[in-house]
């Protein structure tokens, strides 16, 4: 038999031979089928339009919280309806115009004329603004509402506490007549300013923003004072943040009182006590309206409390005291008012000492009216000079006696009248914000 294996037809029916070790030898020497090669398919490049992954971001980024969330949903961006007050940030800046970026269908626009802040305004700054139009035209802006609105704007803006701008037309017998928007209001004068001017009429011809109190079919009452105070507000948060002691800063006096006067400081006030300007019950206080340079010298977060200086501490009355009166030395003075506990002298302007009763002769005095009368001119003796609390004690008893003892007793009585006369005083005034 020869080594080449022949193929066998078998009959319909007939059983496979059987692999033999020939038959499997004969089979792994045939040489092995090689298939053909398939020619490399080219990778199919996609057609149509690139998607730029770098400004998609930029602008998911600039879409609003509100706006993602409806994207995300699957429901378009609504247009905000007018008189709405909206948040957003600065997309892109032209000579004329300013455009923002508020989630909407499409950008609003705001003339940038018309901002308070346009020079400092650059793109990708956070604003906040009110709708004025929204429709086919597009998104009309504005920082306050005014001009053609109308009044179910005011309505709007009256429901939201909204500010809207009008012009002071006229006085009556309550307060002004105001006009917003080609619609007349009415300003009660208490509403006119937090800090109102002694003559009312230079208000007439101003153009003021108002916060609409009250609005219905034919009253429209407004207050400028109520947006003045929610503005206070917002720069008390900042200034409380910001003021530190030793600041020296410039402010409106804005109440005057006996014991001092309240400055304006940015939406705090502070007092400058009547000892910071001098002693002397004829000492000149500042008007009010009147700018000053003040030191913030403590502040008291706590109880909102500040309390003020001058701006160089080494101004004023007691600036040369201690050159200029010398302890046991004698000095001519006036009598400027009389106490039951003694009579207070004039030694230079804005410099006062007291003289108390037990200091007033060699024997006892009952009451200083006995020995001294008002506009007097005395002879008094310096005793003690307290700088820190600008306080000075005198004597007119020849060498001055027991002075110096009686002058720190005398002292140490007021302080503790004073606390006790002022304790529950104090206590419900603790958490008064001067403001």
Known sequence: MSDR????????????????????????????????????????VPTGPRIDATALAEEANALGVDAMASLMSGAAPKDPEPGQQVSGTVASITKTTV???????????????????????????????????????????????????????????FRGKIPVEGVVESRNPGGFNVLISGVKAFCPASQIERHPHDDLDDYVGQKRVFIISEFKER??????????????????????????????KEGTVVSVQDFGVFVELGGVQGLLHKSELGQGSDTPLPAKGEV???????????????????????????????NQFIEGEEYTGTVTRLMDFGAFVKLADGVEGMVHVSQMAEHRVDHPRS?????????????????????????????????????????????????????????????????
């Open 99 to 157: 455009f923002v970026n508020i989630g909407a269908k499409s950008e609003g626009v705001i003339d940038k004329d018309s901002l308070s802040h346009s020079d400092t305004l650059k793109v990708g700054d956070a604003i906040s603004v009110f709708v004025v139009s929204a429709g086919a035209r597009g998104i009309k802006l504005a920082e306050k509402l005014s001009g053609a609105g109308t009044k179910e704007m005011l309505e709007e803006a």
């Open 5 to 44: 294996i022949r193929t066998i037809r078998r009959k319909k029916g007939e059983k496979k031979p059987e692999k033999t070790v020939e038959t499997l030898a004969a089979t792994e020497a045939q040489p092995a089928e090689v298939a053909p090669k398939k020619p490399k398919q080219k990778k199919k």
């Open 219 to 248: 009253d429209v009452v407004v207050s400028h004072r109520a947006f003045q105070e929610s503005q206070a507000a917002e720069d008390a948060e900042k200034a409380w943040e910001q003021l530190k002691e030793g600041d020296v």
């Open 292 to 322: 000053l340079s003040v030191r913030i010298k403590t502040i008291d977060k706590a109880k909102d409390r500040i309390s003020l200086g001058l701006q160089d501490q080494a101004s004023g009355a007691w600036a040369d005291i201690g």
């Open 371 to 435: 020995v001294v009368r008002s506009g007097q001119e005395v002879k008094v003796r310096v005793i003690e000079i307290d700088e820190d609390r600008k306080r000075i004690g005198l004597s007119m008893k020849k060498d001055g006696g027991d002075g110096r003892n009686t002058w720190k007793k005398h002292q140490r009585d007021q302080a503790k009248k004073q606390n006790q006369s002022l304790g529950t005083f104090a206590d419900l005034l603790g958490d008064l914000k001067l403001s």
